[in-house]
């Protein structure tokens, strides 16, 4: 037995075909049916969903509903339209790998899952892998996650390209020959080869020399590795894992990284989302680095341990924006257990000050900035169909929360809702014409 959400009006024959094949419809199911001409209902926390449309969807809508995370679109009313429903949920609803959980990562929300289902289906093949994300989202643990998943009997290394010369970079990956150069007394064998059956991680990887990048992309593809000062290749077996949290692309048209190799990192391509789009994880991260904190410092629970966050707490910890991501909310739980005088709760007085003074729309806003960002270098944002795309959005879940009511919409709306009419739903009922949306009567405003 299959079970689905279903979001939308009706429909009886799809429903008849679905309960045929097994198919039962469950508030809390994993999969997300949508049905309608608009999709923008569709929540975008609550897993993968399927657009079933009641008539063909252009190109562009299909475009934003992939971007919005739908799986497919399909066309109500084509042949064989019940039965590709039918497929595209069976897909969905395939379970998985599911590695063993690792107890140092946090997966509350479903789309910290989604990264550690594609972190699990990377670890079976041997592609190299390109993590891409923000500062302090996790990306060398979910590049160890990678590793230890993979089951390779090597070593893990990671390096830091941010951290090494130039000049001294080429000799600490691939090695050198005793007399290479001044001062190189002894051999090195490098970090690749140390890696040798394992997994090289090279963070920040967008701060390669170009020089070094021609000779990596090079290792990459036949996997022999020549020493400084040595002229016997030397063949060696490893996975890469590459991160930044930088878009490489813009670099590429800059002619700063080079494109050959993006095309072979990004093979395997995974985003790590940042805080603020997993908010359901902070409370259980808080409790981790609560954990941990006791066990890196046990001096520091003589004087008694906190055991529990107040609810006002992690109220605030879920509200703030957290631009330095994970590792930021480390911080802050580490240095409110230092500075803790006493008590087993973690209160609102032991959080930063700056924590409390955020706005609550700091960190429950609307707009991603870091996606918003993505898309216009990307050369994929359309402003015109975002902002509406996002009147309609806002305009129709007013209208939702109002029952209909324009009026009482049109406080929900703020000063736009109100706009300059006499008449408090004046303004709604003008927006509600120009998107063509229904009103409490069903009928749609002309």
């Known amino acids: 037995m299959t079970a689905i959400r279903w979001l939308g009006a009706a429909a009886p024959g799809v429903a008849q075909a679905l309960a045929a094949s097994g198919i039962v419809r469950s508030a809390d199911a994993p999969v997300t049916v949508v049905h309608g001409r608009a999709w923008s209902g569709a929540p975008r926390s609550s897993g993968p969903w399927v657009w079933l449309c009641p008539g063909a969807a252009s190109s562009a809508d299909r475009r934003a509903a992939t971007l919005a995370g739908c799986y497919a679109v399909i066309d109500a009313g084509a042949p064989g339209a019940e039965d590709l429903l039918v497929r595209r949920i069976t897909e969905l609803s395939e379970p998985g790998p599911v590695p063993q959980q690792d107890p140092d990562v946090v997966a509350e929300s479903t789309t910290t899952r989604a990264v550690l289902r594609q972190v699990a289906q990377a670890a079976r093949t041997s592609m190299p892998v390109l993590l891409t994300g923000e500062t302090g989202t996790g990306k060398e643990v979910a590049a160890r996650l990678l590793h230890a998943w993979s089951r390779r009997p090597g070593r893990f290394v990671a390096i830091n390209c941010g951290a090494i010369p130039n000049e001294l970079m080429e000799g600490e990956l691939f090695g050198y020959a005793r007399g290479a150069f001044s001062g190189a007394v002894h051999g090195h064998e490098g970090l690749v080869s140390a890696a040798a059956g394992g997994t090289v991680f090279l963070d920040e990887i967008d701060d390669t020399p170009h020089a070094l990048q021609v000779k990596l992309l090079r290792v990459l593809e036949d996997r022999v590795v020549t020493r400084l000062g040595d002229t016997t290749p030397r063949t060696v077996d490893f996975r890469l894992v590459a991160a930044t949290n930088r878009d490489l692309r813009p670099l590429i048209e800059a002619g700063s990284f080079g494109a050959d190799l993006y095309e072979r990192l990004a093979i395997v391509s995974i985003e790590l989302p ?173």
């Open 274 to 446: 940042p805080l603020r789009e997993r908010r359901d994880d902070i409370p259980r991260l808080v409790e981790h680095f609560i954990e941990r904190f006791y066990r890196e410092e046990p001096a520091a629970a003589e004087r008694g341990k906190v055991s529990t966050v107040s609810p006002e707490a992690i109220e605030v910890l879920r509200a703030y924006r957290w631009p330095g991501n994970v590792r930021e909310l480390r911080n802050v739980v580490f240095g409110a257990l230092v500075a803790k005088r006493a008590g087993s709760e973690l209160l609102l007085s032991d959080l930063p000050r700056r924590l409390l003074g955020a706005r609550e729309g700091d960190g429950r806003g609307v707009i991603d900035v870091a996606a918003l960002e993505r898309a216009v270098s990307a050369g994929q944002f359309d402003l015109r169909r975002e902002r509406e795309q996002l009147e309609r959005l806002a305009l129709g879940q007013a209208l939702a929360l109002a029952r209909g009511n324009a009026a009482r919409a049109a406080e929900l709306l703020g000063a736009v809702g109100r706009g300059e009419a006499a008449d408090p739903g004046g303004t709604v009922r003008a927006m509600m014409r120009r998107l063509g949306l229904r009103g409490r009567s069903g009928r749609r405003r002309r």
